[in-house]
């Protein structure tokens, strides 16, 4: 199939691009480049264009097969103090997109969601018929964005998979490519950071939270294994299986105490770390049960914490020359640390 990926140029899309070229499937990239990075579409067909641009996205979409939508702005913590900047790009532009999509006659598509659309769910691990009560926009404007999926497969045959993810993490293997966010927002990047004395220490917000440490847990998710799933999604549409959302982690929550000190054990360094207030729309514990997408979909986690963390460490080591100070900051901490002890 020929798939039109947007958002093909960020951290989840790039790895989803490389996926699908693995599985057989053309590609084309379609990015505006305002947090993404042209290198990360390297050996891709690139567009680059807003999805606000309806002639360019006719031309993207001709002779498409499928979408597969990454195209998003992903920060809770911003989309509070945001909300404008979330709706703007996430719902206004996404729509943009679903209806240039119908108009040019594709009717499959793939769509990147979020846990954050079940808000403080009521039980967990989270299965997908729990209610959706998304507590920040961000989690509101992926929640729009899966009922108008809903909407535009009963009226205009579009069919679709909304895939909510919970913590995305991790690098590929090869270490071409992986997390670069500016700014960086994440838990175990922003650790290795602090571990590899590129940042002088770990923020944890909140301390506070009814679980065994009082530090948030979340389930954490190769972005290589969220990939692949993006690709048999991809192909269970195909074959005409149902149309419907599916959780994506491995059903094992590991908290932010305990991802750090794994992170200790995994680099040999330190992470130096304080805490700071709760951060507003963070729910306490987001554990995903994947037993839907693991039936329906054959899809499985092969990936560890510890292996997340490796590839995430290689990433950040082999940070390419040109994306930000990270590369010749961690060059010189390594000549004058490398060899001490963790502290």
């Known amino acids: 199939m020929r798939v039109l990926v947007t958002g093909g140029a960020g951290y989840i899309g790039s790895h989803a691009a490389r996926a699908l070229a693995r599985r057989g499937h053309q590609v084309v990239i379609y990015d505006n480049l305002s947090t993404g990075y042209r290198f990360l579409a390297d050996g891709f067909e690139l567009l680059v264009a807003d999805l606000r641009d309806t002639d360019r996205l006719a031309e993207a979409l001709s002779g498409v097969d499928a979408v597969m939508h990454f195209a998003a702005h992903a920060c809770v913590g911003e989309s509070v103090k945001s909300p404008r900047k979330y709706f703007d790009n996430n719902v206004q532009a996404g729509l943009a997109l679903l209806n240039a999509t119908i108009e040019a006659g594709v009717r499959r598509f793939v769509f990147s969601s979020t846990c954050a659309v079940y808000g403080t769910p009521e039980r967990v691990p989270i299965n997908e018929d729990l209610p959706r009560q998304p507590i920040n926009p961000y989690g509101v404007s992926k929640l729009f964005f899966e009922n108008a999926l809903e909407a535009y497969h009963r009226a205009y045959g579009l069919r679709f998979a909304s895939l909510r993810y919970f913590n995305a993490a991790g690098a590929d293997e090869s270490g071409e490519i992986g997390e670069l966010h500016d700014p960086e927002t994440h838990l175990i990047p922003l650790a290795l950071r ?47 299986g149902e149309c419907r959302s599916f959780n994506l982690g491995t059903g094992r929550g590991h908290s932010v105490e305990e991802v750090t000190k794994e992170i200790e054990g995994v680099t040999g360094r330190a992470v130096p770390r304080r805490f700071g207030p709760r951060r507003a729309g963070d729910p306490a514990v987001l554990v995903a049960n994947p037993g839907l997408a693991n039936t329906v979909l ?6 560890s914490l510890g292996d997340i963390i490796a590839s995430a460490w290689s ?23 490398s060899d001490v002890p963790a502290r």
Do not use: F, M
């Open 315 to 337: 990433w950040l080591e082999r940070q390419p020359k040109g994306h930000g100070p990270l590369h010749s900051r961690l060059l010189a901490s390594s000549e004058t640390s």
């Open 194 to 240: 602090a571990a590899a004395e590129i940042d002088p220490e770990l923020i944890i917000y909140g301390n506070d939270y009814p679980t065994a440490d009082g530090t948030c847990v979340r389930d954490y998710v190769h972005v290589n294994d969220l990939a692949e799933a993006h690709v048999l999604a991809l192909e269970h549409l195909a074959a005409g």
């Open 298 to 303: 054959g899809w499985q986690t092969t990936r």
